[in-house]
T-cell receptor
């Protein structure tokens, strides 16, 4: 089955700096890579995702990059703000056919943005 | 408002006392899942359901049961809870978005379970 490794486990930055979280996956059949943000006391919420036919995707201050050959993908947050402080999870999934899109999650990264 | 609800949000129980955590979604999603979240391990899938009366094991199903008698509900049952089932539990629902074939999972707020 799929295995997703996520690094670092904790990340501390100053407000305005950039933050990068990296994930690797093992199953070459995976073709969908979402990122979830979990705020304290809440369930994870999708913030951005990327499909395997795309190398990069941006949405305002966040971006994801995907290297399918190397089987790794990354989340980039620019101009970080204190409200970006949360736990971030990467995930990988195979979609299509009879697959229902089972997600395999990474271990999570605790991001702290200091004012 | 589209949402996934879980009850209870917090539960402290003793070893061996059967319990049920309820999950309900109002989005008419066909897919539902249960996850547990433990420090350093991320979210691990316990069971999932692809539709009414269709369920299957996830990655860590031991000690858990589920049922899907109605599309909106997907309860998680611990017949004989043990301390190693102390965890944060999340229910999620999803559907295939038209055109993209992708699934966005919508998570409930979580249930923190402590088994002593």
């Amino acid at each position: 089955g799929e295995n997703v490794e996520q690094h670092p486990s904790t990340l501390s930055v100053q407000e305005g700096d950039s933050a990068v979280i990296k994930c690797t996956y093992s199953d070459s059949a995976s073709n969908y890579f979402p990122w979830y943000k979990q705020e304290l006391g809440k369930g994870p919420q999708l913030i951005i995702d990327i499909r395997s036919n795309v190398g990069e995707k941006k949405d305002q201050r966040i971006a994801v990059t995907l290297n399918k050959t190397a089987k790794h993908f990354s989340l980039h947050i620019t101009e970080t703000q204190p409200e970006d402080s949360a736990v971030y999870f990467c995930a990988a999934s195979e979609t299509g056919g009879t697959s229902y899109g089972k997600l395999t999650f990474g271990q999570g990264t605790i991001l702290t943005v200091h004012p | 408002e589209a949402q996934v609800t879980q009850n209870p949000r917090y539960l402290i129980t003793v070893t061996g006392k059967k319990l049920t955590v309820t999950c309900s979604q109002n989005m008419n999603h066909e897919y539902m899942s249960w996850y547990r979240q433990d420090p350093g391990l991320g979210l691990r899938q316990i069971y999932y359901s692809m539709n009414v009366e269709v369920t299957d094991k996830g990655d860590v199903p031991e000690g858990y049961k589920v049922s899907r008698k109605e599309k909106r509900n997907f309860p998680l049952i611990l017949e004989s809870p043990s301390p190693n089932q102390t965890s944060l539990y999340f229910c999620a629902s999803s559907t295939r978005t038209s055109g993209s074939g992708m699934y966005e999972q919508y998570f409930g707020p979580g249930t923190r379970l402590t088994v002593t």
